[in-house]
């Protein structure tokens, strides 16, 4: 089955920097690749997606972008803010009709005002 | 439009009870989707439902166990628990309209404690 791998599992960076989170996927089937958010205590959010048809998506400062050939993901977080802090999660996803996301470990951001 | 819920949202059983969790997905969406989430573990994949018939199901023994009734709600059920179930249950719904995977949105989730 599918496996995501996710780095780094922490990450500390001073506000106003930018953040990179990388994650890398083994089925090359995976066409769905999701980011979440999650606060403490809070339920995962969604923030960005990216489809296989696509090398890049940008939504005002976070951005992702696709490697196919590699099987490499990754999460780009400029101008970092306080509440960027939080756990994020990458995840891929397999078509052929069923919604299964298989999630990476989980990257924990801290922004250091 | 109101966003995925999940009652209860705390709950507290004793080694062996069983145990029933329930989901209401955003209206519209036909797809609901449970995970477990621990510390160790990560968020793992439990099932899928759609239009009432498990499409998929991870890597979880057969106490784990759940359905979808005709209006998309979900439920799921663990039964002789064990310490190890101890977790944040969550569910995702999805619109599920094409064979593509679409956006899934969670709810707050079920803090399971067993003791």
């Known amino acids: 089955g599918e496996n995501v791998e996710q780095h780094p599992s922490t990450l500390s960076v001073q506000e106003g920097d930018s953040a990179v989170i990388k994650c890398t996927y083994s089925d090359s089937a995976s066409n769905y690749f999701p980011w979440y958010k999650q606060e403490l205590g809070k339920r995962p959010q969604l923030i960005i997606d990216?489809?296989?048809?696509?090398g890049e998506k940008k939504d005002q400062r976070i951005a992702v972008t696709l490697n196919k050939t590699a099987k490499h993901f990754s999460l780009h977080i400029t101008e970092t803010q306080p509440e960027d802090s939080a756990v994020y999660f990458c995840?891929?996803?397999?078509?052929?009709?069923?919604?299964?996301?298989?999630f990476g470990t989980g990257t924990r951001l801290t922004i250091i005002p | 439009k109101a966003g995925v819920t999940q009652t209860p949202r705390y709950l507290i059983k004793t080694r062996g009870q069983q145990v029933t969790l329930s989901c209401s997905p955003i209206?519209?969406?036909?797809?609901v989707s449970w995970y477990q989430q621990t510390p160790g573990q990560g968020l793992q994949f439990l099932f899928e439902?759609?239009?009432?018939?498990?499409?998929n199901k991870g890597n979880f023994p057969g106490r784990f166990s759940g359905r979808q009734f005709s209006n998309s709600r979900s439920e799921m059920n663990v039964s002789t628990l064990e310490l190890g179930d101890s977790a944040l249950y969550l569910c995702?719904?999805?619109?599920?309209?094409?064979?593509?995977?679409?956006?899934?949105?969670f709810g707050p989730g079920t803090r399971l404690t067993v003791t």
């Open positions: 209206s519209g969406h036909r797809s």
């Open positions: 439902y759609f239009s009432e018939t498990q499409r």
């Open positions: 990216i489809r296989s048809n696509v």
């Open positions: 995840a891929a996803s397999i078509p052929f009709g069923n919604e299964k996301l298989t």
């Open positions: 995702a719904s999805s619109l599920a309209q094409t064979g593509a995977p679409s956006e899934q949105y």
